[in-house]
């Protein structure tokens, strides 16, 4: 069973950067791809960015290419989102998923989710 944790995030003024963090607990980190999502009040939830099982390969979204980075180090459990340049329609709770072994991040096939760490970039 494998669990998440996010944080990391906090108030930012517009323009600034956090880097959110995604702790795992449990076997076979190394076995899962994980995915950044987010969701905005009173809008659905979205994907962000979805990174490979041994970290070469990282996809974004349109609107976070350019301005976050998402890194994995399988030896110390843990996911980071580098996020660049943020905008007030950054403002969302943010969310670390698992799927185990597949190259994928479609939202509904994720097995394992975090409780989430709040984004809030104010203008």
Known sequence: Q???VESGGGLVQ????????CAASGFSFGAYTIGWFRQAPGKNREEVACINRDGTIATYEPFARGRFTTSRDNAANTVTLQMNSLKPEDTALYYCAARLNVWSCAMENMGY?????AVIVSS
């Open 2 to 4: 494998l669990q998440l």
């Open 14 to 21: 517009s323009g600034g950067s956090l880097r959110l963090s």
């Open 113 to 117: 989710w975090g409780k989430g760490t």
